[in-house]
């Protein structure tokens, strides 16, 4: 999935152009949502990686648990839910950014 691929190009005075601000959908709980116990090393693209078989879907992962660190490690020895229904949540994406 290209993440950017629906986010607004717009232009500033001087010319330069710029991407619109990214809105990530609210990511409810479900049944089909997996929860981890991170260990040393774990990465968010890595994780995505490995469950969603894209390592480019990582802001999946960050933004259900509500992640605000400016990195793709994951802190060791904390549990992560890792949400199982994806396409609902590529879908919101999309239309909340169009």
């Not at 992962?61 to 992640?67: D, G, V």
């Not at 793709?72 to 879908?91: K, S």
């Amino acid at each position: 999935m290209k993440r950017y691929e629906y986010i607004k190009t717009l232009q500033s005075p001087e010319g330069k152009q710029y991407k619109t601000t990214t809105i990530y959908p609210e990511t409810p709980i479900s049944e089909d949502d997996y929860y981890i116990i991170t260990t040393a090393g774990d990465r968010y693209d890595n994780l995505a990686d490995q469950f969603y078989n894209d390592h480019t879907l990582w802001w999946v992962i960050a933004a259900a648990n509500n992640s605000e660190r400016a990195s793709l490690i994951v802190e060791p020895g904390i549990q992560l839910r890792i949400p199982g229904d994806i396409y609902t949540i590529i879908d919101n994406f999309n239309n909340i950014n169009k």
